[in-house]
């Protein structure tokens, strides 16, 4: 079973940066992804990354976010820059559960992070 922990939320200004962590302990499933989800909203993917580091990005993040992994620390990323107010959520790290299969849809992940707080200021 795959165990997830976040860090490096934080609050910032519009315009500024973030970088996200996640360790991974355990099994490394195929995909990898980071969520967010802001208050009275969805879960919604953010962007996601195959063990052939293949990534696909949710459009609204495309261009500022890039996703990345250190396979030898056992560490996804999520660097996150001209952040907007409309990026405030808490940021999950999600393990997937199918073989081989990837997806910004949450149901294609099974194992959670506890997250992570990232507010944007204007």
């Known amino acids: 079973q795959v165990q997830l922990v976040e860090s490096g939320g934080g609050s910032v200004q519009a315009g500024g940066s973030l970088r996200l962590s996640c360790v991974v302990s355990g099994y490394r499933p195929y995909c990898m992804g980071w969520f967010r989800q802001a208050p009275g909203k969805e879960r919604e993917g953010v962007a996601y990354?195959?063990?052939?580091?293949?990534?696909r990005y949710a459009n609204s993040v495309k261009g500022r976010f890039t996703i990345s992994q250190d396979n030898a620390k056992n560490t996804l990323y999520l660097q996150m820059n001209s952040l907007k107010p409309d990026d405030t959520a808490v940021y999950y790290c999600?393990?997937?559960?199918?073989?081989?299969?990837?997806?910004?849809?949450?149901?294609?992940?099974?194992?959670w992070g506890q997250g992570t707080q990232v507010t944007v200021s204007s």
């Open positions: 990354i195959t063990t052939y580091s293949t990534t």
């Open positions: 999600a393990a997937g559960s199918s073989g081989t299969a990837c997806s910004l849809d949450k149901a294609f992940f099974g194992g």
